[in-house]
């Protein structure tokens, strides 16, 4: 099994930013996509950011392109979502997942939440 722990997120006033972590332990792969989700209540599971397990191609949902960063520290197994320009609609719990592929997110954490504020 493989146990994902996301920390950072916390209560942030609209134009502020947050670096979110997410460690892995256990039975980590090197090949693992990670990706991070968010999922604010009364609505549905939405993507926000994956990175690949080699070249560090990444992909965003338009909601976070061009204030999202994802990256990786495969040293650490560790991952990174950094926040910038935050705004109240992006208040929500956010996970981190890993598999093989998008397709194939096998673990998950129990999420951080975020909380921006007007």
């Known amino acids: 099994q493989v146990r994902l722990v996301e920390s950072g997120g916390g209560l942030v006033q609209a134009g502020g930013s947050l670096r979110l972590s997410c460690a892995a332990s256990?039975?980590?792969?090197?090949?693992?996509?990670m990706a991070w989700f968010r999922q604010a209540p009364g609505k549905e599971r939405e993507f926000v950011a994956a990175?690949?397990?080699?070249?560090?191609?990444?992909n965003y949902a338009d909601s976070g392109k061009g204030r999202f960063t994802i990256s990786r520290d495969n040293a650490k197994n560790t991952v990174y979502l950094q926040m910038n320009s935050l705004k109240p609609e992006d208040t929500a719990v956010y996970s981190c997942?890993?598999?093989?592929?998008?397709?194939?997110?096998?673990?998950w954490g129990q999420g951080t939440q975020v909380t921006v504020s007007s």
């Open positions: 256990g039975r980590t792969s090197s090949r693992y996509v």
């Open positions: 997942a890993t598999g093989y592929g998008l397709a194939t997110l096998r673990y």
């Open positions: 990175i690949g397990s080699n070249d560090g191609d990444t």
